[in-house]
């Protein structure tokens, strides 16, 4: 009865679950970060990290694609963790912002953005050619899901890719950002981000929302406002051009 | 009052959201363009504002900050809800082209850095 109970009543309340358990995950993280790492490591950088984990373990159990959060009882994490909520705290933390930072960098961040599309783009193409695709609509998608996994889709549909070619794509998209994710407080100091500057040229090249916001989190909170900045316009941008320029330039360069 | 702040940031978001919707509509791509974007700079506009009758009180800053400091944990809850296995299990041609994407983005950002006129090294 005791058991019932309890499961019926986390199991309507799943967002405030999602809390607990976020709260229970992230002091873990900090108690791992002092213990183990003497604070070297950052408390959120594992907490994210542990989150990937979960979401492995979710998708290993349920088969589904949204990680801890196709398990009924965590459903919760679904909506916490939704592009709603997500959004939502991202522009809370730009109140911190100095606009005079914001207008500095404006120009460069721009142009890192178009870069960032465009280098994403062709690796993601150049990947895909040395993996033995000749077709220029399947080298685009998977060069597009490259950018990002909204890119690639997006791309895939109006060059009218095979599911398959689509499906490679988003895990293109899939694996960069979750690799933005764990890498990024990793290599902040050597690729020297730690100010708003070289902040939005970061969320100009990578482009991933969820990787930079996560990256930038795990790295330094107060960066966070400014690589957002930029990399909301990067999936835009991507759907801007891979579908049409960056298609055309693979057209001519494949010859078909 | 508390609401006042999480209302302002309501407001922003969704202004932001809808004309970055437009933007997107409007240059023809299935896509928001900077939505987010728009709202943060909307929210920044605003909280600048130099206006006598407008002016943020600590309470609806509470409001907003609330959120701001939510922002890791929102975060944490995000990356428990990613598609990771597939990510793992889609094989090298995904997993490849991920891992060059991002490599070249983290090399290019102090080559990036350098050319640009906002750089400062007086930290």
Redesign the interface.
């Known amino acids: 009865m005791i058991g019932e109970t309890l499961v019926r009543v986390l199991e309507s309340n799943t967002l405030i679950v ?2 607990a358990v ?2 229970a ?2 002091w873990f993280s900090y108690f791992l970060s002092a213990k183990l790492t003497r604070g070297k490591l950052h408390g ?1 950088a594992i ?10 373990y ?3 159990r349920t088969d589904g ?5 196709d398990i009924p009882l ?1 459903a919760g ?2 909506i ?3 592009a709603m ?13 100095r ?1 005079e ?2 207008k ?2 404006g ?2 961040g721009a ?2 953005v178009i ?2 599309v465009v ?2 783009f062709s ?2 193409a ?3 050619f040395s ?1 033995g695709y000749r077709d220029a609509v399947a080298i685009s998608t ?1 060069g597009a ?3 990002t996994y ?2 690639g889709p ?1 791309t895939g549909t109006a060059l009218g890719a095979d599911s398959s070619v689509i ?2 794509s ?12 764990v ?1 990024t407080p990793l ?1 902040a100091g050597r ?5 708003p ?2 902040a939005m ?2 969320g100009g ?2 482009g991933t ?2 990787g930079v ?2 990256g930038l ?1 795990a790295t330094d ?1 107060k960066l ?2 400014y690589g ?3 990399a ?2 990067y ?6 051009l891979a579908p049409s320029l960056l298609f055309l330039i693979v057209r001519v360069v494949i010859g078909n | 009052m508390v609401i006042y702040g999480v209302a302002m940031l309501a407001l922003c978001m969704l202004t932001g959201i809808f004309f970055g919707d437009l933007l997107g509509q409007l240059i023809g791509v299935q896509a928001n363009v900077g939505g987010v974007g728009l709202s943060m700079l909307l929210l920044i506009v605003l909280v600048n504002q130099k206006h006598p009758r407008f002016n943020i009180s600590v309470p609806t800053e509470t409001g907003i900050n609330f959120w701001n400091a939510m922002y890791v944990p929102i975060v944490v809850a995000m990356a428990a809800k990613q598609n990771v296995v597939e990510a793992l299990s889609s094989g090298w041609l995904a997993i490849t082209a991920g891992i060059a994407a991002v490599a070249a983005g983290f090399l290019l950002i102090p080559v990036i850095a350098r050319i640009s006129p906002g750089q400062h090294h007086d930290r």
């Not at chain 1, 694609?65 to 959060?69: P, V």
């Not at chain 1, 988003?170 to 994710?181: D, E, F, Q, T």
């Not at chain 1, 999936?235 to 801007?240: I, M, N, R, W």
Request: glycine share 14%; charged share 5%; hydrophobic share 65%.
């Open positions: 999602a809390f976020v709260g995950l992230v959120s907490a994210i990290v542990g989150g990937l984990l979960l979401a492995y979710g998708g290993i694609a949204m990680g801890l959060a965590f994490l679904g916490m963790g939704g909520f997500r959004d939502f705290a991202i522009i809370a933390t730009a109140y911190g912002v606009f930072e914001l500095k960098a120009l460069i142009i890192s870069i960032g280098v994403s690796v993601g150049i990947v895909a993996f998977i899901g490259a950018a909204i890119v997006v499906a490679l988003v895990a293109a998209g899939l694996v960069k950002s979750v690799l933005v994710m890498a290599v690729v020297g981000l730690d100010n500057n070289s040229i970061y090249l990578m929302t969820s916001a996560a989190a909170p966070v406002p957002a900045m930029t909301t316009f999936t835009g941008v991507g759907c801007l």
